[in-house]
């Protein structure tokens, strides 16, 4: 079953640019991340029972997007190779300006593997502190989301209303009530 999907061929690059890198094995074409890089995605939840959300403007769906805390780990030469529980603590507090007291990494995740070879690593913040704004670094434009778990079912319906994509990951936090 295996050679049915090209397995035992060499995976080619077809393209690379910084931060992807466009593949193919036999005839199937998928995206990777270039050098290594792998993301981090945080699930904030603080004593309120409320969620740290972020969104931002994402250039590949052209309009605003709901997600989770998340950044890319060793995207910059400084970083490179750097400890993913740290990657998502400094994520976390740059996107959100919350600050975890503690860290827990939950396992290693892939969000569209038909057509990405990325996974992410999944981490509960604990302990969480406001230490800052949040909205991220550079031009990321970040806006920081604190809803009650408790309304998260009717806060996903209104920003689809309004016109905002809703990422996959978002999925967990809506898990019991699809689940019934």
Do not use: N
Not at 19 to 43: D, M, N, S
Not at 59 to 71: F, H, K, Q, S, Y
Not at 129 to 156: M, T
């Amino acid at each position: 079953m295996a050679d049915h999907y090209d397995a035992g061929k060499p995976e080619e690059i077809m393209w690379e640019g910084r931060f992807i890198t466009a593949k193919k094995r036999g005839k199937w074409e998928y995206v990777g991340r270039a050098r290594g890089i792998h993301a981090a995605v945080i699930l904030a939840v603080d004593a309120e029972d409320h969620v740290i959300l972020v969104d931002q403007y994402r250039v590949p769906l052209g309009r605003r997007c709901m997600e989770l805390p998340a950044g890319l780990v060793g995207d910059h030469e400084e970083v490179a190779g750097e400890d993913p529980v740290i990657a998502a603590a400094r994520e976390l507090e740059e996107e959100t300006g919350y600050h975890a007291g503690r860290m827990e990494k939950i396992g290693e995740f892939f969000s569209s593997p038909g057509m990405v070879s990325e996974s992410f690593t999944l981490f509960r913040a604990h302990d969480l502190v406001k230490v800052g704004e949040g909205g991220g670094v550079d031009s990321e434009d970040i806006v920081v989301h604190r809803v009650p778990l408790a309304q998260i079912e009717q806060a996903v319906a209104d920003w689809r209303a309004e016109g905002y994509a809703i990422d996959v990951k978002m999925l967990m936090l809506l898990g019991a009530k699809l689940l019934g």
